[in-house]
């Protein structure tokens, strides 16, 4: 079982990417996030790895931190939860966001993944209360990050910026990871409008 490479991102495709490791072409499912990361990564990037072996295929599923990993292998565990609507989820909601909007009961917030109804948010909500009780933390869901920049709770500036770009309409995990990329950029003492319109020009990509 593989469970982790490091390697260079080598291409992007409908729901993952090719990671070459040492002139291995590793192809990856994964969600937007960890693409997002990946991309940002000069150099050698470290992928967490879940493998699944299926009667006709081995599948590799990649993660760019170990709270996404955890909180994927619990949405398995979900009744009409697999593989690609798993990722499909995390691409919509970091894993402390997920809890918060399952401990809140947020069914609408919830339907903004793809894939997820009416039906389906019900379950995640009754089937998660207990994992999603247990985070406290912004980052218990799963420790430090394998690839670029986590998305967290960000201090100052950076936390003023998320806020004007969720007041601009964009959702928060889209908000966040953006800000992230552009404090990465700009450094950390960065300014409050230099954050904003870096972070709006990685949105309009």
Not at 13 to 28: A, E, F, K, S
Request: proline share 2%; glycine share 14%.
């Amino acid at each position: 079982m593989i469970g982790k490479l490091t390697g260079k991102l080598d291409g992007v495709q409908d729901g993952g990417c090719i990671l070459d490791v040492n002139g291995v072409g590793y192809l990856l499912s994964c969600s937007t996030k960890t693409l997002d990361r990946l991309r940002d990564v000069h150099g050698l990037a470290t992928v967490l790895v879940e493998t699944q072996v299926r009667q006709d295929a081995i599948v590799l599923v990649g993660f760019a931190t170990a709270g996404e990993r955890d909180t994927f292998r619990k949405l398995g565990s979900v009744q009409g939860v697999g593989t690609k609507l798993a990722l499909d989820i995390l691409s919509a909601f970091a894993p402390e966001d997920l809890a918060e909007a399952v401990r809140r009961a947020d069914r609408t917030g919830l339907r903004q993944a793809n894939g997820v109804g009416a039906k389906l948010a019900d379950r995640l909500v009754t089937e998660l209360r207990d994992w999603a009780g247990g985070i406290q933390l912004p980052n218990a869901a799963g420790g430090g990050s394998a690839v670029g920049a986590a998305a967290l709770p960000l201090p100052g500036a950076a936390a003023d910026a998320v806020s004007a770009l969720i007041n601009l309409g964009w959702k928060r995990p889209e908000a966040q990871a953006a800000v992230n990329r552009a404090k990465g950029r700009l450094g950390e003492d960065a300014g409050l409008e230099g954050l904003i319109r870096d972070s709006l020009k990685e949105l309009a990509r």
